[in-house]
C-alpha cells in the first residue's frame, strides 16, 4: 500500500515565477492537508481539501492556492514567489479523522 | 504563528538512557500528537492522544497530557542511536468534522551517543 507521494522531490525558481506541487494521498484517504516548513522550524499549516474544496486555511496569502481533484490527489499553487517562499512544503492526508499521514515533501528554491 | 512549544529546544543522551521532551500549547484542543523528523524528510506519527486522555503507551513511547497545565510529555525508553532526529508536538483543534489542520512547536532536536 503506497503512503502519501509528492512531486517533484526538489525545485527551484525565480523571484516572481509561479509553481505548481503535486500530491497523491494514501490510498482510501479523502483529505489533504499542505503545510511549509521554513529551515529550523516546525510546519504551517497552508490550507486543507475535502471533496474537493477547501474547508480549512491558515494564515497564508492569496498567492497560494489549492486544488483537490475527484481521486482525492491535490495540487498546491503559488504565485508571484518571494524569497521567503523557499522552504519543505509538507502534504498531509487523512481519511475523516485525526491521524494525518505524510509525505517526503519537495524542497522549493527561490532564488 | 505556532501554537506549540517544546522543552527542551535539543537534547543530547547515551544510547540507552530514556529521552523525555515536553510540549505547551495555548488554546483548547481536539487532541495532541507527536511527529518525527529525520533530517528535514517528511513526518512520521509516532502517536496521538485525545482531549479526553491523560496517558497513552506505543511500545517504547510514552505521552501523557494534562489539559488543565495545556502540556504534554513524550517519553522515549531505551533510547538508540535511530531515534536521533526532530520531535514534533502538533496540536489540532475543534471544527465542523474531521480531521482539522494542525499546528506545529519548533520541535525538540534529539542526538542519541552511541
Known amino acids: 500500500d503506497a503512503g502519501v507521494t509528492q512531486s517533484p522531490t526538489h525545485l527551484i525558481k525565480t523571484r516572481g515565477q509561479q509553481v505548481t506541487l503535486r500530491c497523491s494521498p494514501k490510498s482510501g484517504h479523502d483529505t489533504v492537508s499542505w503545510y511549509q516548513q521554513a529551515l529550523g522550524q516546525g510546519p504551517q499549516f497552508i490550507f486543507q481539501?475535502?471533496?474537493?474544496?477547501?474547508?480549512q486555511r491558515g494564515n497564508f496569502p492569496d498567492r497560494f492556492s489549492g486544488h483537490q481533484f475527484p481521486n482525492y490527489s491535490s495540487e498546491l499553487n503559488v504565485n508571484a514567489l518571494l524569497l521567503g517562499d523557499s522552504a519543505l512544503y509538507l502534504c498531509?492526508?487523512?481519511?475523516?479523522?485525526?491521524?494525518?499521514?505524510f509525505g517526503p515533501g519537495t524542497r522549493l528554491t527561490v532564488l | 504563528s505556532q501554537q506549540g512549544e517544546e522543552d527542551p529546544q535539543a537534547l543530547s543522551i547515551q544510547e540507552g538512557e530514556n529521552a523525555t521532551m515536553n510540549c505547551s500549547y495555548k488554546t483548547s484542543i481536539n487532541n495532541l500528537q507527536w511527529y518525527r523528523q529525520n533530517s528535514g524528510r517528511g513526518l512520521v506519527h509516532l502517536i496521538l492522544i485525545r482531549s479526553n486522555e491523560r496517558e497513552k503507551h506505543s511500545g517504547r513511547l510514552r505521552v501523557t497530557l494534562d489539559t488543565s497545565k495545556k502540556s504534554s510529555s513524550l517519553l522515549i525508553t531505551a533510547s538508540r542511536a535511530a531515534d536521533t532526529a526532530s520531535y514534533f508536538c502538533?496540536?489540532?483543534?475543534?471544527?465542523?468534522?474531521?480531521?482539522?489542520?494542525?499546528?506545529f512547536g519548533k520541535g525538540t532536536h534529539l542526538i542519541i551517543q552511541p
Open positions: 502538533a496540536t489540532a483543534g475543534y471544527s465542523g468534522g474531521g480531521a482539522d489542520g494542525l499546528t
Open positions: 498531509a492526508s487523512s481519511y475523516s479523522g485525526d491521524t494525518q499521514y
Open positions: 481539501y475535502y471533496e474537493e474544496e477547501e474547508r
